[in-house]
C-alpha cells in the first residue's frame, strides 16, 4: 500500500469496522460468500464507508467513489448511491477492462504481483473533491 500512496501523492486512509472478520464470519455460521452475500458485505465495507464520508456529504463536498468491478463482472453491483454529492465510478466496467487487463496493470505498475490479483483482493479508491455545492 505504500507504493501506492506513493503513486498516488497521498496518504491512504484505512477504514475499519466495528468487528473484524472473524467475528462477523461466527455471526454467519461460517459462511462467507463476501461477493453474493451483501448481509455480510455491508457490515464489513459499505457501513464504514458511509460512516467516514457522512461527514464530507454534510460539509458539502463531492464525493466519488471509485469502484473496481471488471468490465468481466456483469453479476456484480456497484454501491448504490442515496446521495446527490456521492458519485458511484465503475472505470474498469466503462472501459472493458477485464480481469486479465487488471492483473496486467497491477503487475506493470509494481503496485503488486500476481499472486495477490488471484487471491481476489479489491480496492476501492474513493475521491473527495475540495469543492462545495
Known amino acids: 500500500m505504500g507504493k501506492l500512496e506513493g503513486f498516488l501523492g497521498k496518504k491512504i486512509e484505512y477504514l475499519n469496522p466495528d468487528r473484524d ?31 467516514w464520508v457522512r461527514p464530507m456529504l454534510a460539509a458539502g463536498h463531492t464525493v466519488t467513489s471509485y469502484v473496481a468491478i471488471r468490465a468481466d463482472e456483469e453479476y456484480r453491483e456497484g454501491y448504490a448511491s442515496k446521495h446527490k454529492n456521492l458519485r458511484i465510478a465503475l472505470p474498469f466496467r466503462d472501459n472493458g477492462i477485464d480481469k486479465a487487463a487488471v492483473g496486467d ?23 473527495v473533491s475540495s469543492n462545495r455545492n
Open 21 to 51: 472478520f472473524d467475528f462477523w464470519l461466527k455471526e454467519y455460521n461460517n459462511f462467507s460468500s463476501i461477493t453474493t452475500d451483501k448481509v455480510v458485505y455491508s457490515p464489513l465495507k459499505l457501513r464504514p464507508f458511509e460512516l
Open 105 to 127: 496493470i497491477l503487475e506493470a505498475s509494481g503496485v503488486v504481483g500476481q499472486n495477490i490479483i488471484n487471491g481476489g483482493v479489491a480496492l476501492d479508491v474513493h475521491s
